[in-house]
């Protein structure tokens, strides 16, 4: 029972490894229409990151990257 239940386990985890590698390559598909149309891919990436965080953490960093800027005369 348990040797059914450890390759019920291991075959679904396969099974999204394999969906997750066919979502990488659309991803990947994506970002080179992006650059084809003209876009900054690596602008893209960070507009990415930014909307994956909260609002406060994202203030933060703008203020602590604006004082840095501002401390090394930028």
Do not use: H, N, W
């Amino acid at each position: 029972m348990a040797a059914d239940r450890l390759r019920s386990i291991v075959e679904r985890i396969e099974r999204l490894e394999e969906e997750r590698k066919a979502l990488a390559g659309d991803i990947k598909d994506i970002f080179a229409e992006a650059k084809s149309a003209g876009f900054d891919v690596k602008v893209i990436r960070q507009i990415i990151s930014l909307r994956k965080k909260e609002p406060a953490e994202v203030e933060e960093q703008e203020t602590l990257l604006d004082l840095y800027r501002r401390a090394l005369g930028m």
